[in-house]
């Protein structure tokens, strides 16, 4: 029943931008944190962003100064804008949520599909 659908992948160069989506939809009572994971190939899957309800922002260090989350309570959904991108960055992005949904009673994480960004040199 719950779902959360990224979007705004794609093709860049270093040192572009692109900026993700993710809106979280379905039978949501309440969301907690809201973020970012990536994965390279041949890597496991790590932390980029996360932000709280409250608006606490909080980042993996590679990603310090270039990326900002942000977040859009009323819609469900987070955003990640990322600037001054580096061929490092390629990965899938999986957004993921800390929620309760009507039904399940108890906190459950949520996650996307994942999207690809792909940074060229």
């Known amino acids: 029943q719950v779902q959360l659908q990224e979007s705004g992948g794609g093709l860049v160069q270093a040192g572009g931008s692109l900026r993700l989506s993710c809106a979280a939809s379905?039978?949501?009572?309440?969301?907690?944190?809201m973020g970012w994971y990536r994965q390279a190939p041949g890597k496991q899957r790590d932390l980029v962003a996360i932000?709280?309800?409250?608006?606490?922002?909080k980042y993996a260090d590679s990603v310090k100064g270039r990326f900002t989350i942000s977040r859009d309570n009323a819609k469900n959904t987070v955003y990640l804008q990322m600037n001054s991108l580096k061929p490092e960055d390629t990965a899938v992005y999986y957004c993921?949520?800390?929620?309760?949904?009507?039904?399940?009673?108890?906190?459950?994480?949520?996650w996307g599909q994942g999207t690809q960004v792909t940074v060229s040199s």
């Open positions: 932000v709280t309800s409250g608006d606490n922002p």
């Open positions: 993921t949520a800390n929620l309760q949904s009507w039904t399940a009673i108890t906190w459950t994480a949520y």
């Open positions: 379905g039978s949501i009572r309440s969301i907690n944190a």
